[in-house]
């Protein structure tokens, strides 16, 4: 989880200074730092890093920005595992502003466009909405812990 806040620290400096390259950058390191963050076989991360995170993110971006969108993903991602968030850790994402509608606009994407089903090459696994990264074409397998 370190690297993803270093990647939010870059990324915020590169926001600052309008370096429109180095965000481009920033935002793929970041969705594959967090997948891999996030892979059954990594060191657990918690919820509570998870939100730490998540904070940092949206403390450091403008409204409507591409790394919030990716930050809230890996938040989805990483709830869907029991008792990843306790009650504590839900009632602080309440108070990050834009998260929630951050989380209802993933959602309603996937409603209005829905995916055709897709399965990994590899091992046959079919990928569910959350497995698509919101800014790129890729797909994470958790089967085979890699981007497609």
């Known amino acids: 989880m370190e690297c993803l806040h270093f990647h939010a620290s870059v990324y915020a400096l590169a926001e600052k200074w309008d370096v429109k390259g180095l965000k481009d950058i920033v935002k793929v390191q970041f969705a594959?730092?967090?997948?891999?963050?996030?892979?059954?076989?990594?060191?657990?991360?918690?919820?509570?890093?998870?939100?730490?995170?998540?904070?940092?993110?949206?403390a450091t971006t403008p409204e409507k920005d591409e790394l919030r969108l990716l930050a809230a993903s890996l938040l989805k991602y990483s709830a869907e595992s029991p008792g990843f968030l306790s009650v504590a850790d839900k009632l602080r994402l309440q108070e990050i502003p834009g998260l929630e509608s951050n989380l209802s606009s993933l959602y309603l994407n996937f409603?209005?466009?829905?995916?055709?089903?897709?399965?990994?090459?590899?091992?046959?696994?079919?990928?569910?909405?959350?497995?698509?990264?919101?800014?790129?074409?890729?797909?994470?397998?958790k089967s085979c812990e890699a981007w497609q």
């Open 32 to 58: 594959d730092d967090g997948m891999d963050a996030l892979r059954p076989t990594a060191l657990s991360t918690t919820g509570d890093e998870m939100l730490n995170l998540i904070q940092d993110v949206y």
């Open 111 to 141: 409603v209005a466009n829905p995916l055709d089903p897709k399965k990994c090459d590899g091992c046959g696994w079919e990928f569910r909405e959350n497995s698509k990264c919101p800014s790129w074409a890729s797909y994470y397998c």
